[in-house]
C-alpha cells in the first residue's frame, strides 16, 4: 500500500503542476535528445544482433501449441524445450524460408531439452557462447516467438545466475540464468543473445507471482545455460538418449503423503537408494540434512548435489522408528 500511495502522490503533484503552466498549444515543441555516440554504437550493436541471430530462431508447432527453437548445427539439429516437443515425434517447422517437416531426435525432459530435426532445409545454426564466462549484468536479448508472433525480441539483462528453479510436474532445473528480458508464452525454447550475437541460454519459464492470481511476474525470466544446452544437446544427437547429464539420482519412485515427508513407491534395484538400504514403503524425510516434505522439495534437493556425492538420507521405517543411512548418488540418465 505504501508504494500504491507514493505513486499515486507523485501523480497528484505532477497534476497540479501541470495545471498552473498552463496549456500553450503554441509552445514550440521539445528538441529531440542527442544520441552521444555511445549509445549510438550500443544501439547499432543490438540491431546487428539481432540480424545474426533471427534466422536462427525457428518456430516450432505441435498439435498441441507453439514454441521457439534454435538451430543448433549445420545437419538440420534444433534444440528446444521438451515442454515444448511433448509427445509429439512430429512437427511443423517455421523457418525464414517457410515451413518444413520436423522430426524428433531425442528428449530429455529432466532438463527440459530436446531436439528436432528440420527436413529439406539446412537454416543457418547459431553460435552458442561459453556460458561459465557469463556475468550479472550482462546485457541479454530473448528472440523467440511469443503468442506466435515470429521473430520477437524484448531486451533485459542477465538478473542472477545459478538459480534452482522448479517448473512443476517433477522437473526442476539447476544453474539456470535469470533475465529481466520478458519471456512470455511462445518465447520457450528461443535464445538468449549476448551482444557477441552468441546464444547464452534457452529460455524456458517466467516466474509466477501468487499475490497476482498466479500471473506471471514482469521482469523476472529464466533460461537453460548455454553449456547444459550443448552437453545435453550433443548426447541426444550422437544417440538419441543422455547418459552423462551432471544430475544426482536416488534411484526411487515416490509420491508426496498428507503428514509431511515422501513415500517410496518404489526403487530401482541396484540403485543407490537400493544398495543403501532403502525400500519401498519407507518414507524419506531428509536428505543431506534438508527436509524434504514432498516430492518436489526432493527434487529440489536433489538438483543441487552431484553424481558420486555421498549424503545422509534421513528415513521414517515401516516400525515408525527413525534411521539415517548414507547414500552416494548415482547420476540421472534418460532419453
Known sequence: MARV??????????????????????????????????AETFQEQLVADVRAVSPSVVQVATASGLGSGVVYDDKGNIVTNAHVVGTSKTFSITLTSGSHKGTLVGSFPPDDLAVVHVEGATPPPASFADSSKIEVGDVALAIGNPLGLRSSVTEGIVSSLGRTVSEGNGVVLPSVIQTSAAINPGNSGGALVNLAG????????????????????PGIGFAIPSNTVRRIAGQLIASGAVQSSGRAYLGVRVSSIVGGGVLVAGVTPGGPAAKAGIRPGEIIVAVDKKPTPTADVLVEVLAELKPGQRVPVKILQRNGKTLTVDVTLGELRGS
Not at 541460454?201 to 501468487?210: F, K, M, N, S, Y
Open 198 to 217: 552468441q546464444v547464452i541460454g534457452i529460455p524456458t519459464l517466467a516466474a509466477l507471482d501468487p499475490e497476482l492470481g498466479g500471473t506471471q511476474a
Open 5 to 38: 500511495f507514493g505513486i499515486l502522490a507523485l501523480a497528484t503533484v505532477a497534476l497540479l503542476v501541470t495545471a498552473c503552466s498552463g496549456s500553450d498549444s503554441s509552445a514550440p515543441a521539445t528538441a529531440p535528445v542527442k544520441v552521444v555516440k555511445p
